[in-house]
């Protein structure tokens, strides 16, 4: 199986590939655009803002082929900021537009709730809704009230509750931490640093 890590030098993605590997997948970590398009499986990792990342995708000439890819519904998975560039948009230093697949924007955590921005550390994850974990790479997960592992300044708003997949919380605010459209998943969590369950996680990504 061949599964390749989209290489717009995002910081976390060699973490990534190693676990994709752990999970016996046949990982290719690159930045051209006809490997995106070969791909059976495609990950999209993320840290640092959403801007930055955009711009980099589009420098590396990988926006259309990322988009082409979703459009054809096939296998993907976005991690942090890399599950905020589904979204329309996101308002991190400016307005800036995302891939568009989940209609929605991405808006700054309240710092005036009594909690710590950026979110960091362990968090229980639900989902959204009773049987949204069917049939996706959470699967199996719901009676566990799996911890993952955050690190995010601003959350995900999708526009239908029918895009969200998994909810966590920080303090008495919502974190969208997983969106669904398709065959297409984003986590707003780190898998590879989630321990036993991440690696779960990634396992059920690879035999979806």
């Known amino acids: 199986m061949r599964v390749v890590v989209v290489d717009y030098g995002a910081g976390n993605l060699h973490s990534v590939a190693r676990a994709l590997r752990h999970e016996g997948a046949d990982v290719v970590v690159s930045s051209a655009p006809d490997e995106v398009s070969r791909a059976n499986r495609l990950v999209l990792p993320g840290v640092g803002a959403f801007a930055d990342a955009m711009q980099e995708l589009s420098r590396r000439n990988l926006v259309e082929?990322?988009?082409?890819?979703?459009?054809?519904?096939?296998?993907?998975?976005?991690?942090?900021?890399?599950?905020?560039?589904?979204?329309?948009?996101?308002?991190?230093?400016?307005?800036h537009a995302g891939l568009g697949v989940v209609p929605g924007t991405v808006v700054r955590i309240p710092a005036d709730r009594g909690v710590?921005?950026?979110?960091?550390?362990?968090?229980?994850?639900?989902?959204?809704?009773?049987?949204?974990?069917?049939?996706?790479?959470?699967?199996?997960?719901?009676?566990?009230?799996?911890?993952?592992y955050f690190v995010h300044s601003y959350n995900a708003e999708p526009e239908d509750e029918e895009h969200r997949l998994a909810d966590a919380w920080?303090?008495?605010?919502?974190?969208?931490?997983?969106?669904?459209?398709?065959?297409?998943?984003?986590?707003?969590?780190?898998?590879?640093?989630?321990?036993?369950?991440?690696?779960?996680?990634?396992?059920?990504?690879?035999?979806?």
């Open 65 to 95: 082929p990322v988009k082409r890819f979703l459009e054809a519904e096939r296998p993907f998975l976005g991690i942090c900021v890399g599950m905020q560039m589904l979204l329309g948009e996101s308002m991190e230093f400016g307005r």
């Open 116 to 148: 710590k921005v950026p979110h960091v550390g362990w968090s229980s994850i639900r989902p959204s809704r009773e049987g949204a974990w069917n049939g996706t790479c959470l699967a199996g997960l719901e009676e566990q009230a799996p911890m993952v």
């Open 170 to 208: 920080h303090g008495d605010i919502r974190i969208c931490a997983a969106v669904r459209r398709h065959s297409a998943v984003g986590v707003q969590f780190h898998p590879e640093m989630s321990g036993a369950v991440g690696l779960a996680i990634l396992r059920r990504f690879l035999s979806s």
